[in-house]
């Protein structure tokens, strides 16, 4: 590899990183709580760079409906399961 070839490379993965980190950080959510039977008030805002998810949690007894971002991805599995909309009790 010559000189000029690995600094074309090593800028190329500088600039791969660069965008994934954007990518990763780009995600929004609305945040807040508020009356669950109202449409959603307001804008969706950054969330945390270690974020991976919208999460919406709302309380039947109370109607409030609870939104926040998530550090863990929305899944089913067998081993765990990590909904994006939960019903407390």
Do not use: E
């Not at 600039?15 to 959510?29: D, E, I, P, T």
């Not at 409906?65 to 863990?72: F, K, L, N, P, V």
């Amino acid at each position: 590899m010559t000189p000029t070839h690995s600094l074309a490379a090593t800028v190329l993965t500088i600039a791969f990183v660069a965008a994934a980190l954007a990518a990763v950080s780009a995600l929004k959510c609305f945040q807040g709580q508020q009356n669950a039977s109202l449409p959603v008030i307001g804008s969706a805002t950054a969330c945390p760079m270690a974020s991976m998810a919208c999460i919406k949690s709302v309380d039947p007894a109370l109607q409030l409906a609870s939104r926040s971002c998530q550090a863990t991805q929305c899944m089913a599995s067998l081993l765990m399961i990590v909904p994006c909309t939960v019903q407390t009790h």
